[in-house]
T-cell receptor, first 114, second 112 residues
Framework: DVKVTQSSRYLVKRTGEKVFLECVQDMDHENMFWYRQDPGLGLRLIYFSYDVKMKEKGDIPEGYSVSREKKERFSLILESASTNQTSMYLC?????????????FGEGSRLTVL | QQQVKQSPQSLIVQKGGISIINCAYENTAFDYFPWYQQFPGKGPALLIAIRPDVSEKKEGRFTISFNKSAKQFSLHIMDSQPGDSATYFCAATYYGNNRLAFGKGNQVVVIP
């Protein structure tokens, strides 16, 4: 089975702290994604990567950056956390989406910024 | 601009009833329409998907109906069970695209 693992399920941080969310997939997928999920707003794409060291902005990249140094690992970075970044963060991976449309999601990281 | 619009936002259904969730899209280039199911505390997972060369696809109690001229597709859950209580997301993409356009999600609650 494909496994996407998000290292932290729950985090509590203070405003201004730097936050790292880590994601690892074990299926050699080219594409990796970071979404945030908020009630009533659905799944919003923050960043995605289609290859090592490659990244593209999604719909809401402001306040976030990403890093993909190895194919299996994709990190989301909040340089200076703010309270409006309190959310559920979901990592996902896929082969070519246009062929199957199948994203494999991790179980999420719930971040609270105080 | 949201590319995929989903309705209703929430739905309460009696056990054994039919749950229907509708989605509409704008981009006529879309050629793949998956539905994702998300249980509390879990990430979404692919439930069923359809391509526009067919008008309906059925997998067990789950059916997608597709209306290309209306640019609409819907998920029907027949004989709904309490275990179907989840959030359902419709989505769309096209060949060669590496992004999915998601609807905002629909919370389905099936009461015994």
């Amino acid at each position: 089975d494909v496994k996407v693992t998000q290292s932290s399920r729950y985090l509590v941080k203070r405003t201004g702290e730097k936050v790292f969310l880590e994601c690892v997939q074990d299926m050699d997928h080219e594409n990796m994604f970071w979404y945030r999920q908020d009630p009533g707003l659905g799944l919003r794409l923050i960043y995605f990567s289609y290859d090592v060291k490659m990244k593209e902005k999604g719909d809401i990249p402001e306040g976030y950056s990403v890093s993909r140094e190895k194919k299996e690992r994709f990190s989301l970075i909040l340089e200076s956390a703010s309270t409006n970044q309190t959310s559920m963060y979901l990592c996902a991976s896929s082969y070519s989406l246009g062929n199957t449309g199948e994203l494999f999601f991790g179980e999420g990281s719930r971040l609270t910024v105080l | 601009q949201q590319q995929v619009k989903q309705s209703p936002q929430s739905l309460i259904v009696q056990k054994g009833g039919i749950s229907i969730i509708n989605c509409a899209y704008e981009n006529t280039a879309f050629d793949y329409f998956p539905w994702y199911q998300q249980f509390p505390g879990k990430g979404p997972a692919l439930l069923i998907a359809i391509r526009p060369d067919v008008s309906e696809k059925k997998e067990g109690r789950f059916t997608i109906s597709f209306n290309k001229s209306a640019k609409q597709f819907s998920l029907h859950i027949m004989d709904s069970q309490p275990g179907d209580s989840a959030t359902y997301f419709c989505a769309a993409t096209y060949y060669g695209n590496n992004r999915l356009a998601f609807g905002k999600g629909n919370q389905v609650v099936v009461i015994p």
